[in-house]
């Protein structure tokens, strides 16, 4: 059973919120004061637990990569021990992911738009999760049996995030089943 908003500290409030509204709206667009009168939080709860608007956008961002890459690992998990189907269940929950009404693209790469700069925080906390990704690629790669499963991996993260970015423009969960006949196409010369 999960908590309703009632039963949710303020902080939780708060981070569901801000996560909720960073995630539809954007970061620099959505404000401080639009979150606070969202989640029916005091100012000074949201500076009790983050010192800057930067800080909460961080930490939502951390939140959303456990969960995604919780996601992921999960499916991959059930997807058995054969090193292709878990290899393709990555593909299964990208389409069960963009034909879900709570798809809105990706955060990571509006974050990594938003903030540009490679040394800003908020860019590198981006990067972190697109780089946890391309490990759990390059494990699975390696599992097939690929040559450079890094190297794999770096195409299948980029191919990932095409279609994640197209299936957004659509508003169709259609590029899935383009990026995992790619992907096939990939595996078979990495292995090759």
Known sequence: MSATPATLSKRDQLMTTACRLFYRDGYRVVGIDTILAEAGVAKMTLYNHFPSKDDLIIAALEKRDRELRAS???TVEAAGR????????????????????EF???AFIRALSEYPEPEHPIHQTAWRHKLAVIDMLTELAKANGAKDPAALANTLSMLIDGA??????TDSPAPCAAARTTALSLLKLATA
């Not at 994640?164 to 423009?169: G, K, R």
Request: charged share 20%; net charge neutral; hydrophobic share 60%.
């Open 164 to 169: 994640i970015v197209a299936a957004h423009a």
């Open 72 to 74: 992921m690992v999960a």
């Open 82 to 101: 054969s090193p292709l189907k878990r290899f393709l269940a990555m593909f299964d929950w990208l389409e069960a992911w963009f034909a879900s009404d």
């Open 104 to 106: 809105k693209g990706c």
